[in-house]
Structures are given as C-alpha cells and as structure tokens.
DNA sequence: CGGTATCCACAGGGATACTG
DNA sequence: CAGTATCCCTGTGGATACCG
C-alpha cells in the first residue's frame, strides 16, 4: 500500500489531504493490519496458542526473518499481542496473544468464514469477468 | 503491498514461494480487497443505495478518478458490485452491490464494529508503547 | 536463538492530460 | 459525464549479512 497516509506535495502543505474521518475514523487502523501480507496470519497461527519465534517462522512459511520481527513488533505496539524474553543462553521469546488478540482473533475467523464461503462465487466470477474481457491489464 | 503474490527470482523458478494454502486459503483474496485504500470505503458507500461515477468520487473524499475507476473495476470482477452503463448523452454510469457485495459489506461491519469497540485501547496501547520505546523508527 | 542493519526491486497509487 | 493514458514518487517487504 504505497503513499499511505502520506502526501506527495513537498511540505508547504497546510489541510490534510485525507478527508477527516468520514465513515472511516480508526476502522484504517484496523484495516492496515488485516492489509498487510502477514500479521493475520501470525494473529491466525498465535490463536491456537503460544509461540516462540522460530516456530512463528516455521509456521507462517514464506515470512522472512525481518517481516516476523517487524510485524510481531507492530502487534505488540496494537496490543495484540505480548512477548516475553528468558534471558537465557540461547535466547528465548513467546509470544501469546493478549485479550485484545484473542477477541481480534474471533473477528478475523468471522472474515475468514465469509472468505471459505464465497471464494468459489469470487473465483467464478473473475474468470467470468476475465474471458468475458480477454484483453485489459490486471 | 508492494511485491504481494509477486516473486523477485528472475523467472527460472519452479516451486512457488508462498505456502501451498496452509491456513490462508482464499482468506488471501478478501484480505487484499479489505487492504486496499479504497475498496473498503466504497462498499461501505454503496451499501447507501446505488451510485454513480460522480457520486462516489463525492462521496469517498481523496480519491482520484483513477483509482476510482480501478478499485471499482475489481470489485465488479469479484462480483461484489454490478456496473450498469446508460449510452446517454452525457453518459451515465450507475454502480450498486450485489448480493454477494452485500453479504461482504455486512462482514465488514461487523469489523467496523469490533474497530469503533477497540480503537481506544489500540490507541493507548500505541502511546504506551511509544513513550516506553521512545527512539525505534517506526 | 532471536533478532538488526542495509540495500534494493517493485507494485500501488497520486497528478495531470486527454477522449468518446 | 465517465472514464483512459502516462509519468513518477513512495512505502513495503524480500534478500543478505551481521550481532549479543
């Protein structure tokens, strides 16, 4: 999601160029993580219990070590989720999620149900959509 | 999302980098209509009543024709909103849920709702973290 | 083990101009 | 009115290397 929440115009800018709050008003917080590629499915993975992070990173397969770290990082600033670190040798850190995770959890496995019930009418209709026209970019 | 469902490797690549489905699943495609800037704020809009191009622009203030005109294109390839066109002299261009966009608009109220619920806390949770971590980039 | 630091490719999306 | 065509800047996130 390039450019967002972010304006292109120099600095000598004075109204915001987004409007302020019209249906939205904090729903793009929470918009923001389900958008980006792997904090639902930490949220998802941490839902069925605690976690270190190497686990995380087996888990979730595809997640670079720096997105984990980053993004367990943004869900633990949310208040999702809470880590813990044994100073121990080696290093150890879990990861559980907080109240707030847990009911965000239950949100997200409402949307993943819409998600199973209607990806094949999706699915259907883009290729609908598709042959019907064959050209365009995507 | 820059690089979602998009390999770097040059192109002599066979496995696929992202896992096979393992909880995502189609989960995937909702999420990427719900990250998005726009999409999100249209449904909510049509969800109204039925709008047109200039309507909608009105309505979902900040957002350029363009990205009207492109956000609105997927969502009719997804089958989540009907586009009817009037060969009129000027031209008229009428957009409305279907019944699957409905459906889909519902579930995002329902996140609406767990948002407006918890934004405070996130909100807190964010201070509190950024008064604890005070450097970090953020 | 559990991270950071650095570098960079790239798709998203804004601004602007043009068209049927 | 309702778009499309271009151009370009931006943040996201992947790869890689290094650290306590």
């Known amino acids: 999601m390039a450019g967002t929440r972010t ?3 120099p600095a000598t800018e004075a109204a915001d160029p987004y409007a302020p709050c019209e249906d939205d008003c904090g729903i793009r917080d929470v918009l ?14 941490l839902a069925k219990g605690t976690r270190r ?6 888990a979730v397969p595809g997640i670079s070590q720096r997105m984990l770290s980053v993004t367990a990082k943004r ?6 989720v809470e880590r813990t670190v044994y ?8 990861y559980r999620l907080t109240a707030t995770g847990r009911s965000f959890a239950g949100a997200v ?3 993943a149900d819409w998600s199973r ?5 999706i699915a259907a209709s883009r290729d609908d959509f598709d042959t019907r026209h064959p050209d365009e970019v995507r």
């Open 32 to 45: 923001d993580r389900l958008g980006d590629r792997w904090s639902v499915l930490l949220v998802v993975e």
């Open 7 to 9: 304006r292109t115009t």
């Open 117 to 121: 019930t209607h990806k094949d009418a």
């Open 75 to 80: 869900l633990v600033r949310d208040g999702l």
């Open 109 to 111: 496995a409402a949307l």
């Open 87 to 94: 100073p121990t040798i080696p290093p150890r850190t879990d």
């Open 53 to 58: 992070f190497r686990e995380l990173q087996h």
